[in-house]
């Protein structure tokens, strides 16, 4: 079974607010920046005991923009935020489950 990467992470210029996603496995979603930090798993933002998603919609600015985003060895990217958050770590199993999820598919 090939593993799911991601093979292009870039803002998204057509659809204003949102990244790019392109998977080697096939396709590309454009996904909300909004979404994207309000999924982020960190222990800050979900209970480390519970599972349970700690940050609230409300706390996460409507404007919220990734300034950098790093790859974590060949599993996982971490994303620095507009809100100076930046502890998340998006396995790419996970992250290709909010792309489902909250994305919008572009391409097969």
Request: net charge neutral; proline share 5%.
């Amino acid at each position: 079974m090939m593993l799911r990467t991601p093979t292009r992470i870039e803002p998204d210029s057509h659809h204003r607010g949102s990244l790019l996603v392109t998977w080697n496995t096939g396709g590309t979603f454009s996904v909300p920046y909004f979404e994207l930090r309000f999924e982020c798993p960190c222990a800050v933002c979900v209970d480390e005991k519970t599972g349970k998603r700690i940050l609230k919609r409300e706390d996460i600015s409507a404007d919220v923009r990734p300034m950098g985003v790093n790859s974590i060895g060949r599993y996982a990217i971490q994303i620095r935020w507009s809100d100076d958050h930046s502890t998340g770590m998006y396995h790419f199993d996970r992250l290709f489950e909010i792309c489902e999820s909250a994305g919008k598919k572009l391409t097969d």
